[in-house]
């Protein structure tokens, strides 16, 4: 961070808009250098989060949250279906509470978007700061005059320093304009050129949770093989075909969001795609006749690219072996018919109804009236002390260590 621009915001009143990981960063980093509730953070279309890296319980070990993505919990618990069974766990790790709505429970946050449709910052902890009171959420804007910023709730702000985290635009200046003027979801699979086989785009898909390059990765393996002849393509009409579908799809999927990123997939879904194309998807059932032990690592283990080279016998230990690492301290047989048992229960819709509830009374002109008063303070701290006693705020990832890397050859 450029300690120049920290210092001019030194103690002065700061609005951060945006929603993505970069507005998180900046209010982690910037929260010590502005007076407290100085510091406004404004996501004016709302936003879904989720923690990447904590404790589950106190006495569990950290561990990078996103690891439940095994295949064997992506069958219990589908992420295109809103992870049922699972998500009440994801409200819990994010934001501290069961009726932590989209991974927050912050009424300005909050938008029209079923849970795992919308892209979800993966940046949590910087919510602890506004349960502290630091920093100050704010939703949609009506109106901006000067330094004077008019909210959509009624309420206004001024501030001294605007710093907007809104993303950046994808152009292609060296390109003929009938093809720069094509939108990602008219390319087959967000990658190739209908009309031109020969020009690919890998790496701007976004996943709504997960890695970008664990999509480049399965991306260029099917880039690099069709260049190579290994894997032919469907015809013109097919690909066709398959885009108006994949269109309609992502489409529907993504209608109760704003559509700003049009390259926004389900991660694992879509690099499972891939993979069917280039003929990579794991035989799992030959698997089991060979190997059942084999079998259960592999849908056990959480995703990891090793998983599209089972398949081949010549990696298929060194995959294994990966695997089999990454497997530890995840997922239980045991864990699993637990999250079965709440899928069964329907524990989660309960939780979405609680929670729209818990919404309409936080947007209610008698709360807004009540919510400051002593004795509804109080309550309010009876609430939130089980999140003070097991919920793990003060794990963070150490990024001045280099991550260990285990990466797939092919």
Not at 163 to 190: A, D, H, M, N, V
Not at 366 to 383: G, S
Request: hydrophobic share 40%.
């Amino acid at each position: 961070m450029d300690n120049h621009v920290v210092t001019c915001c030194l103690w002065k009143r700061v609005l951060v808009v945006g929603g993505g990981e970069f507005a998180s960063d900046i209010i982690t980093y910037w929260h010590e250098d502005v007076k407290p509730a100085s510091l406004h953070w404004c996501i004016p279309r709302g936003q879904h989060f989720f923690r990447n890296y904590a404790k589950l319980l106190p006495w569990r070990r950290p561990q990078a949250l996103d690891k439940a993505s095994s295949k064997i919990l992506r069958w219990v618990a589908p992420h295109r279906k809103g992870k049922p069974g699972l998500a009440w766990a994801c409200h819990w790790t994010s934001g501290g509470s069961l009726l932590a709505y989209q991974g927050h429970g912050i009424p300005e946050f909050r938008n029209d978007a079923h849970f795992f449709r919308s892209f979800i910052n993966k940046n949590a902890n910087a919510l602890d700061l506004i349960t502290d009171g630091i920093v100050v959420p704010k939703g949609k804007m009506s109106g901006c005059h000067g330094n004077t910023i008019e909210y959509a709730d009624g309420s206004t702000g001024e501030y001294d320093v605007i710093i907007l985290c809104t993303g950046f635009c994808k152009e292609f200046p060296f390109l003929p304009q009938q093809i720069r003027s094509k939108k990602f979801c008219e390319r087959f699979k967000f990658m190739f050129d209908a009309d031109d086989l020969s020009l690919v785009f890998v790496g701007f898909v976004r996943p709504v949770v997960g890695s970008i390059l664990t999509i480049a990765e399965s991306q260029s393996r099917l880039a690099a093989r069709v260049f190579s002849g290994r894997v032919e393509l469907p015809s013109a009409d097919q690909r066709q075909r398959i885009i108006a579908e994949d269109a309609d799809f992502y489409r529907d999927y993504f209608k109760e969001t704003s559509r700003r990123i049009d390259t926004l997939v389900e991660g694992l879904g879509y690099v499972d795609e891939l993979a069917n194309i280039t003929g990579n998807y794991p035989d799992f059932w030959s698997l089991f006749k060979q190997s059942p032990k084999n079998w259960l690592t592999a849908v056990l283990s959480p995703y990891h690219g090793c998983l599209y080279l089972l398949n081949d016998p010549e990696r298929r230990e060194m995959a294994l072996a990966t695997l089999r690492r990454h497997k530890a301290g995840t997922n239980s047989p045991i864990q699993l018919v637990w999250i079965s048992l709440f899928r069964l229960l329907w524990f989660d819709a309960l939780l979405d109804v609680l929670g729209i509830i818990k919404y309409k009374i936080q947007m209610s002109k008698a709360w807004k009236a009540v919510k400051d008063c002593r004795v509804i303070a109080c309550l309010n701290n009876m609430w939130l002390y089980p999140k003070k006693c097991l919920f793990d705020r003060s794990t963070r990832f150490d990024r001045s260590k280099p991550p260990v890397l285990s990466l797939s050859n092919n």
